[in-house]
């Protein structure tokens, strides 16, 4: 059941960061960093060591995206 459920959340976060990202949002990258520690869990979990690698990659991307919509403005600024 804790698979079932760690599948589910990961597929909404995921889909919806891959939606909004699309659609120019700057949501979309706070939900696909929200969805990396259950790519993490899952891919651990059933031994799946080239998808936990490249979620590591994703998790730096997804963290770069939230620091240029979020932060980087606000450090030319001041």
Same mark, same amino acid.
């Given at each position: 059941?804790?698979?079932l459920l760690l599948q589910i959340?990961?597929?909404i976060l995921s889909i919806s960061a891959i939606i909004l990202v699309a659609r120019k949002n700057? +949501? /979309?990258?706070?939900f696909g960093l929200a969805?990396?520690? =259950?790519w993490f869990i899952?891919?651990?979990?059933?031994?799946? +060591? /080239?998808v936990?690698?490249?979620s590591i990659i994703?998790? =730096?991307s997804w963290a770069?995206?939230?620091y240029e919509w979020f932060f980087r403005d606000n450090v030319n600024k001041s």
């Open positions: 059941m804790t698979d959340v990961l597929a700057k +949501w /979309g990258f706070v969805s990396q520690p =259950f899952t891919s651990y979990q059933n031994e799946q +060591w /080239g936990f690698f490249i994703y998790t =730096f770069y995206g939230v």
